[in-house]
């Protein structure tokens, strides 16, 4: 067993394909399939902004520099890299931020991003944060329905390359 595993339900808890699933930090010779996967992942939103999201921008050296970073997260579906994502703090709103999640899109539609997601925030609160922000652009209404339907409310929007972007939060902790 891989001692960088980060997400570990009781097997009691796990669906038989969650089984297969291993969520850990990323290690370097990870880093031109992980820029492949983010790249890819994000190709089929640039006709729905007109333009190249910045995901396809990714490069091999912003993957390695996350990854030095211990940032970024390898998400693997009986042992094959299927996904990633990174957790950062945000410069503007002061808590961390969930960024460059990505899945092959053979992957996707199966369980696999919420999982993901689940394993984000799962990691965030180990870092004893309260709240968690994504941003997405608001012209993708499939995803900002995937973050509404996981509890994330639109906070703020703003103007990307002539695209609106919501930044989402949601709150990781009761406050009651």
Known sequence: MNVNIIMNLPEF?????MKKVDIRLSVEEEAPRLTQ????????IEPIL?????????????????IAEKAIYSVLFDNELV?????????EWKYMEVQK???KAEMQNKGL???LMESAEHLIRLMEEKKVIIQTYADHKQLVDFYLHRGYKVIDQME?????VCIMEKKLWRED
Do not use: C, H, Q
């Open 160 to 164: 990307r390359k002539g695209n609106i």
């Open 37 to 44: 996967i983010i790249v890819e992942a994000y190709t089929p």
């Open 113 to 115: 991003g919420s999982y």
């Open 101 to 103: 999640v990505a899945i």
């Open 83 to 91: 996904g990633t994502f990174t957790i950062k703090r945000s410069k």
């Open 13 to 17: 808890l796990k669906k038989d394909w």
């Open 50 to 66: 007109g333009r190249k999201p910045r995901g396809m921008l990714e490069t091999e050296e912003k993957v390695l520099e996350r």
